[in-house]
């Protein structure tokens, strides 16, 4: 009854500070409004490039209304030298720029294979590969019309002309994101990193406020245990329901296929969140200061989108980014939630990343002893 009536205490007490109220109510929910928002689209399309024509022949010209065609980007603008779209390129006025060479037409008749550059920026990764692939398929379709008119001379069958000019058809097929939707692929990363900084953040604020009342330091010297349980368990349920709400918005609003275990990526929440609980904790242990431990969870969860695997392979990181990697929980719960949801993944491989987060609770008899020790000192 006494243990019941603390507990209701302690939730009390959470609510009514109004730094840790906005951290488990209002900025959860902003963030997840803010990232709503600025990934609804999803796709890009019509990415705006220059286009330097200096054939100005019809085969130029049909090009460029390929290229115009393309889906993922639209010629926006022609410049009359590379210079002038060389400087559009560098404002921001444009993504790509298309150069077609002098004699293009002359130079393909003769058989000799003119090169038409694409230049875009290398700092922006997504809108490169998306403009060099669009660049890329509309090359190719025009080639590919451009051999068929000229085998038509040799073999007046439209059939056997295909055949020669292209005698190999490929097919690209997409896996997991058919509809190559950025959200999809970035917000797998994104989502899970904003929370575990949140949990963070809000486990080293409660612990600062609550452990530097008197009443506290004694219960640190008889029950530590209880006493964190009791602390930290509004925490865990109040940020398992933000990632059940986090969740709700990948699968259900925006609508992304789900192939896997519900049950599995729930058990993999709860973890997630006892792991950070956990690493927010000792940072405050090994500390004893809110703002010291605060500086050392920055630098801790700062590079947890990069290291999650999802922009970069895994298995190209070095030892001391791997090693990095496995201590943020939010990397093995974005790799179970991938791994159900694009490959619903069985067995062993299903399993890994649970075990992974199991290990952090080996974690809290450390927590337990530093914090029992900063009651006796």
Same mark, same amino acid.
């Given at each position: 009854?006494?243990?019941g009536r603390?507990w209701? =205490?302690?939730?009390?007490?959470l &609510?009514?500070d109004? &730094?840790?109220?906005?951290l488990?109510?209002?900025i959860p929910?902003l963030?997840?409004?803010w990232?709503?928002?600025?990934f /609804?689209g +999803?796709?890009?399309?019509d990415?705006p490039?220059g286009?330097?024509d200096l054939?100005?022949s ?5 090009l460029?209304?390929t290229?115009?065609? %393309?889906a %993922? *980007?639209?010629?926006?603008?022609? #410049? ?5 779209g060389?400087?559009?390129?560098? /404002?921001?006025?444009? #993504? @790509? ?6 004699e293009l037409?002359k130079q393909v008749?003769? @058989?000799?294979?003119p090169?038409? /550059?694409l230049f875009?920026?290398g ?9 060099s ?5 509309a090359l190719? $379709?025009?080639?590919?019309?451009l051999g068929v008119?000229?085998s038509?001379? %040799?073999?007046?069958?439209p059939?056997a002309?295909?055949g020669?000019?292209?005698?190999l058809l #490929?097919?690209?097929t997409?896996? #997991?994101?058919?509809?190559g939707n950025?959200?999809?692929?970035l917000?797998?990363g !994104?989502v899970p990193a904003?929370?575990?900084?949140l949990?963070?953040?809000a486990t !080293?604020?409660?612990? $600062?406020?609550?452990?530097?009342q008197?009443?506290m ?9 209880? =006493?964190?349980v009791?602390l930290?368990s ?8 933000w +990632?059940l709400?986090?969740v709700?918005?990948?699968f259900?609003?925006f609508?992304w ?5 519900w049950? =599995?990526?729930?058990l993999a929440?709860?973890l $997630?969140?006892l792991?950070c609980?956990?690493m @927010?904790?000792?940072?405050y242990?090994? $500390?004893r200061d809110?703002a010291?431990?605060m500086?050392?969870a920055a630098?801790y ?6 290291f999650?695997?999802?922009?970069f392979p895994?298995?190209? *990181? /070095?030892?001391?980014a ?7 929980p939010? %990397?093995?719960?974005a790799?179970?939630?991938?791994g ?11 399993w *890994?990343p649970?075990?992974?987060?199991l *290990?952090f609770m080996l974690?809290?008899p ?8 900063a009651?006796h000192?």
């Amino acid at each position: 009854m006494r243990e019941g009536r603390r507990w209701r =205490l302690e939730w009390r007490r959470l &609510w009514c500070d109004p &730094w840790l109220r906005a951290l488990s109510s209002w900025i959860p929910l902003l963030l997840l409004l803010w990232v709503a928002a600025l990934f /609804n689209g +999803g796709l890009v399309r019509d990415l705006p490039v220059g286009l330097v024509d200096l054939d100005h022949s019809p085969l130029s010209r049909g090009l460029a209304r390929t290229l115009d065609s %393309s889906a %993922s *980007m639209q010629v926006a603008a022609e #410049y009359a030298s590379l210079a002038d779209g060389a400087q559009a390129l560098r /404002n921001g006025a444009i #993504y @790509g720029l298309v150069l077609l060479p002098r004699e293009l037409e002359k130079q393909v008749r003769q @058989g000799r294979q003119p090169v038409v /550059n694409l230049f875009y920026s290398g700092q922006m990764l997504l809108v490169g590969r998306l403009l060099s692939s669009g660049f890329t398929q509309a090359l190719g $379709t025009s080639a590919a019309q451009l051999g068929v008119l000229q085998s038509l001379s %040799s073999h007046p069958v439209p059939l056997a002309a295909r055949g020669e000019a292209a005698p190999l058809l #490929y097919q690209l097929t997409s896996l #997991y994101n058919l509809s190559g939707n950025y959200a999809q692929f970035l917000l797998a990363g !994104i989502v899970p990193a904003l929370w575990q900084i949140l949990i963070l953040m809000a486990t !080293i604020s409660h612990l $600062t406020r609550r452990l530097r009342q008197r009443r506290m330091q004694r219960a640190l010297q008889t029950v530590p245990l209880r =006493l964190l349980v009791r602390l930290l368990s509004p925490l865990l349920l109040i940020y398992w329901c933000w +990632g059940l709400v986090l969740v709700w918005l990948l699968f259900g609003w925006f609508g992304w296929p789900m192939v896997g275990s519900w049950a =599995l990526i729930f058990l993999a929440q709860g973890l $997630t969140v006892l792991a950070c609980l956990g690493m @927010g904790a000792l940072l405050y242990g090994l $500390t004893r200061d809110g703002a010291r431990a605060m500086s050392l969870a920055a630098g801790y969860s700062a590079p947890a989108f990069a290291f999650l695997g999802v922009t970069f392979p895994t298995a190209d *990181m /070095n030892g001391l980014a791997q090693c990095w990697r496995a201590l943020l929980p939010a %990397s093995h719960y974005a790799e179970l939630q991938i791994g159900q949801a694009s490959l619903g993944l069985l067995g062993r491989a299903a399993w *890994m990343p649970v075990v992974a987060l199991l *290990m952090f609770m080996l974690v809290w008899p450390l927590v337990v002893w530093l914090l029992g020790r900063a009651g006796h000192d």
